[in-house]
Each structure stands twice: as structure tokens, then as C-alpha cells.
């Protein structure tokens, strides 16, 4: 069975490795009436005899009835001895196949732990949320709320995000700029970004913290990454009634709007430069499959960004505490809002292999990468079932164009749309939406200006006309 390894996507996810599911045996079946049928044979097989072999010059030479009464109690003793660990490992191996089909064959409950509660309540929270309309500040901060076990301050949360967009709508009303013009929000959006932030090197995939990749984090240090800066964007974007989206590229993140020319633009905040589309397929991960399937560089709408924060919560949880029901029930929500989501569906796939390899030892197949050993499976209809599932997630991240984009390609891929070359195509990108603009604005001015002088060319008309009627009504008196 190959190994395959990958970062998990775009979210600046921590790197994971998880082995390629073979396919299923492909021998006939048996239909056992209970587990046991097999079990007994696993634990018999499994168990070693710890009665020594008998000498045959020390037989012949102790001829003795009593020498000979002293060894065959011994040997009894060794027997009882063997038999009695063979029927305790017995029941510790039919003890735990009792708990994994009690369970529905999971993984063990982590729910016990100190500070699970937060995660089960931000799961409440979302689910209460309308998927079609809702503040993703709100959403968000529930995500990020519950991996600090609900001690963050909402309020102070909010009031960051409020301060920066006033602060910008401000300033574009002092530079004269139109604050109802979506285009010249975004702007003034991008230009604070590539100001304000900065791009935080130090554990950039949350590896050791994953407070790395949160927004909460940005606002107060001034640095993040692919997933905490375009998240800060589309929540200070909201509070400016500005319309923006996430878009997806392998292993990134990055924001879309759409200028007034009806044009997608693609804003790049890790290094704070305008992106074509041909710029992001340069990094060579991105696959025909992948962009027929909507996975990548497409604007995510409110339920599609609604299924990502339900990924973060359960990659907030793995990282915090690891797998069991929880993360499977999460991404499952996540899929039901956006069945294509490649961060969610390889979150999945890492749940479904975790899950079957557990059950796996649980039933005594050690190795499940010695297809011989595998073969055991199908003596437990339960677990053969939970590895056709697991199957059937790997194939469905590879049909929907998965690649797998080694160390430091990612960084290089980063570094290479910062260089010179494209940061001159980002400012001559930048360069026409501002004439665009200005164009616009100019064209706005002058029909605003027709629009008064139309006006006052009426009102001048009714007052005239007005003045006649006094001036005909006083010659009939």
C-alpha cells in the first residue's frame, strides 16, 4: 500500500500523512454467525505456548517415579498456566470487539476531555446559523471562540473590525472617493491589507499553534497568512457593505470582487499584489478535474463559506484534541453545504483512515498495508464496510483533482508571484481599475452635473410659468 503525504489545503494546514487505502479482497465471503467465529482463531493464533520442550537425555536420565511425578506437575502446571492466559486474552479481545460493536464501530469518545464542551457548543451555535444569511463576523468568532473554550470577548472582536472599516470609509470620504462604489471599497480595502499586514513566516501552518491561522490573532499581532488574512478582509468588508468572496487555490486562500466592468479581480494579501488567473495555475496543482469540479478559483458563495468554517472547526478540534465523532459529524456538515469542498473532503479522508485503522487493530489485523492480513476483514461484515468507505473518500479526492504539492512548493509558488514581473502586471492591473474609476467617476460627475443643470433649467421653467399665471390672473382683475 503507497504512502501518500500532503499538506492540507489552501488553509494553511498542518502537514499529515496518510497511507493509500488498497482495494478490497476480492475472495468469496464466508457468513459467520456471531464475530467469534473468527476471533477465536485471531486470539489462538495470536498466542505463543509457554511450555517448554522436554529434554530427551534429561527423560532418560531421571528415571526415578519421583523425578518423573515432579515433571509431569510442572508440566501441568505450565498448561494451566498457558491455558489460563489463553482464556485471558480471550476475554480482553471478545471485551474490546463488545465496545467497538457497541460503539458502531467508531473511534473512542475524546468528550471527556477539558474543553470538548466548547467545541459541542460551537457546533450548536453553527448549526442555528442561517446558511444563506448571516455575519460572518459572528460565525467566525464562534470557530475561533471555542478553541480558547469560549473566554474571548465578541464584543471586543467586533468593535476591531468596526474601527477599521469606519476608519476606511472615512478616508475615502476625505480623498473624495464614492463610498457606495463596491470597487473603490475593495481598493481601499486592499491598499490598508498591504499595508497594515504583514506576512507571518514564524509557524505559518499552525503547526505548533494553530491560534496561528486565526483572525483574532491578526488583529492583535498585525501578521498572518493565506487564511487569516483574507477571512479579517470579508469581515471588515462586511461592516463596509462591500461585496467581496473567497476564492481556493492548493493549499491557499485568496479574496475575488467583481469590478464595475463586470470583471473578476483577484486581490493576493500574503504579498499584497492584484493576481490573473494564469499567475495561481502557475503553481502546477491545480488539474482540469479540479477546476471542471468548482474546487478551485471560484467564488465561494455564503453556504460554501459557511461549510469552510465547519472544516475549521473540526481541524480546530483534531489539532487541540485529535479524532473521534465529533470531527465526523463536523465535516459532515461541512460536505452537506458544499459537497466539493477539497479542504473538507481531505479532512474527511484523514477521519475515515484514522476510524478504519483503529477498528482494524481493534480486531487484530495489526498491518494493514500486508494484503494477506487484510484478507481477515471479511469476517467482520462491520469493518469490511468501513473500508469500502474509506476507499470510496480517497477516490472521491482523487476524482476530484487532488495533487499533492510537496514541502516548500507552496512557499516557492508564494515567492514567484511576488517577483518583479508580476508585481509590475498587479500594478498595471491596479493602474486600469483606478482610470476604469476614474473614468467612471468623471462620467458620474458630468451626468450628475447634466442632472442639475436639467433640474435648475426646470425649476427656472415652472417658476416662469408660474409668474405668467400671476401676471394673467392680475390683468383679468
Given amino acids: 500500500m503507497r504512502k501518500v503525504y500532503f499538506s492540507v489545503l489552501f488553509l494553511c494546514v498542518n502537514s499529515i500523512g496518510f497511507s493509500q487505502i488498497p482495494n478490497l479482497p476480492t475472495i468469496q465471503s464466508p457468513v459467520p454467525n456471531t464475530f467469534q467465529n473468527y476471533s477465536d482463531k485471531m486470539v489462538l493464533n495470536s498466542s505463543k505456548s509457554n511450555i517448554p520442550a522436554v529434554p530427551q537425555n534429561y527423560i532418560n536420565s531421571r528415571s526415578s517415579s519421583i523425578d518423573k511425578q515432579n515433571w509431569e506437575m510442572q508440566q501441568r502446571d505450565f498448561k494451566k498456566v498457558e491455558e489460563e492466559q489463553l482464556e485471558n486474552e480471550k476475554k480482553e479481545y471478545y471485551g474490546r470487539i463488545n465496545v467497538l460493536e457497541s460503539s458502531g464501530y467508531n473511534l473512542p469518545s475524546l468528550s471527556s476531555k477539558s474543553g470538548t464542551t466548547a467545541y459541542y457548543d460551537a457546533y450548536s451555535k453553527l448549526s442555528a446559523i442561517d446558511s444563506d444569511n448571516y455575519s460572518l463576523t459572528e460565525a467566525n468568532f464562534i470557530v475561533e471562540n471555542a478553541y480558547y473554550d469560549n473566554k474571548l470577548n465578541f464584543s471586543q472582536f467586533k468593535s476591531g473590525i468596526s474601527k477599521t472599516a469606519n476608519q476606511l470609509l472615512q478616508k475615502m470620504k476625505s480623498e473624495k472617493l464614492d463610498t457606495g462604489d463596491n470597487t473603490m471599497k475593495n481598493i481601499a480595502l486592499f491598499k490598508h491589507f498591504s499595508k497594515s499586514f504583514k506576512y507571518d513566516f514564524n509557524d505559518y501552518m499552525g503547526k505548533k499553534d494553530w491560534s496561528k491561522m486565526f483572525a483574532s490573532k491578526l488583529l492583535k499581532t498585525g501578521t498572518g497568512q493565506c487564511h487569516s488574512m483574507p477571512l479579517l478582509y470579508l469581515m471588515v468588508a462586511e461592516a463596509m457593505n462591500a461585496d467581496a468572496s473567497l476564492a ?230
Fill in 248 to 477: 481556493m487555490a492548493p493549499n491557499h486562500t485568496y479574496i475575488r470582487f467583481m469590478d464595475d466592468e463586470n470583471q473578476w479581480q483577484n486581490v493576493e494579501l500574503t504579498n499584497g499584489i492584484f493576481t490573473t488567473n494564469s499567475m495561481i495555475l502557475e503553481s502546477g496543482y491545480i488539474g482540469s478535474e479540479a477546476l471542471q469540479s468548482n474546487v478551485y478559483m471560484n467564488s465561494l458563495t455564503k453556504k460554501e463559506l459557511i461549510s469552510q468554517l465547519y472544516a475549521d472547526l473540526a481541524n480546530g478540534y483534531i489539532h487541540k484534541y485529535g479524532m473521534d465523532e465529533f470531527v465526523g459529524k463536523t465535516l459532515d456538515k461541512a460536505l452537506e453545504f458544499y459537497p466539493n469542498n477539497m479542504y473538507a473532503n481531505l479532512l474527511k479522508s484523514m477521519y475515515q483512515q484514522a476510524r478504519f485503522e483503529y477498528v482494524a487493530e481493534t480486531i487484530g489485523i495489526k498491518n494493514v498495508e500486508n494484503p494477506e492480513e487484510l484478507q481477515n476483514i471479511r469476517y467482520f461484515p462491520k469493518a469490511a464496510e468501513l473500508l469500502k468507505e474509506t476507499k470510496a473518500q480517497f477516490d472521491k479526492i482523487d476524482q476530484l483533482g487532488f495533487k499533492f504539492m510537496p514541502d516548500g512548493a507552496y512557499s516557492e509558488w508564494l515567492n514567484n508571484m511576488g517577483r518583479e514581473a508580476n508585481r509590475q502586471e498587479s500594478e498595471a492591473i491596479a493602474e486600469r481599475i483606478k482610470q476604469m474609476n476614474a473614468e467612471r467617476q468623471k462620467k458620474k460627475k458630468e451626468e450628475n452635473l447634466k442632472r442639475s443643470q436639467e433640474e435648475k433649467r426646470k425649476e427656472q421653467e415652472k417658476k416662469r410659468e408660474e409668474e405668467e399665471k400671476r401676471r394673467l390672473f392680475y390683468l383679468k382683475t
